[in-house]
């Protein structure tokens, strides 16, 4: 038995048409086909999804959580930014 | 024979095939070589034993609830048992579970394929549903060859070894005797035969893909379909039984 761990995966999952794909988890497998079936046997065993993808864990960039300062805080502030000044006309429920 | 004992046989056979090589592969649960893979097993054995309760329902209403699909299942012993003897050879380690369950999942898809268009519509339903399934448990079984076969000197190695062994118990998949002849002459039953070349063609291009020998020796072992099994199955029914035996009619 070899002690080489198989590479790791994101799995992302759309659970119904109109959706989005959506981060459910993280797998190892040997190769992409692997990954997706081992997605479909692990993830959507009680009828979850519709849809699988899944991306290489080491072929995602992240954002530094030493920067959080200087990316996300900044925006704390701008409240204009929220479209929350505008009168919702009657009759409109979802907006 | 009626065509309804005829076909309670018929129905038993496919079930029987269906349960027990269920069994086998819930052995693995909690023993996967990596958590996935034990969970694509177990995922595999629910789909079979889920087909074995859906035939062996319509099993007994055929011999007019005689007994229900629990006693089927779970009060006959290894003589009444009529599946065949490759479903119920050990696991072994995962080549073998892997190799077994190729040979097996090739049949099994011709055969739901052809088991759909039967004239009882109640086979053919359920052969229907049971097809979905199988085309992924062939898919997945036969990646698996391509991927131990091209793989590593050890897992080629294990892999040939266990296609080899198995090879053996091949040809009782397309068993008939006059059981069949009676139903395929009414169209409910499937002309096993006329699988055959099918399945060989599947299997040998899947072994080429994975660089493995096609087997070469040409002895061939039958007898599960007549009830006459290896040692093997008497212990798993040992196993899968050991409650209902014990605790007669218990219910959970």
Redesign the interface.
Known sequence: M?SKE?PLWEVFIRSKQGLSHKHVGS????DA??AI??A???YT?RSEGISIWVVESNMVSASDPLDSDAFFEPSEDKIYRHPTFYDVPDGISHM | MTVKEALFTYVLRIADDSLILGQRIAEWCGHGP????D??LT?ISLDLIGQATNLYQFASELEENKRTEDQLAFLRVDREFSNALLVEQPNKDFGFTISRQFYFDAFRKLFFEALASSKDERLAAIAEKSLKETK?HL??SS?WII?LGDG?EESKKRIQEAINFHWKFTDELFFQNEIDTQLIDLDIAIPLTSLKANWLNYVVTVLHQATLEIPTNTFQQEGGRLGFHSEHLGYLLAEMQYMQRAFPNLEW
């Open positions: 070899s198989w797998l190892r497998a040997a086909t692997m079936e081992n479909r046997d692990v065993r | 990596i958590l996935e893979e969970i694509a995922n992924y898919k997945h990646e991927r590593t």
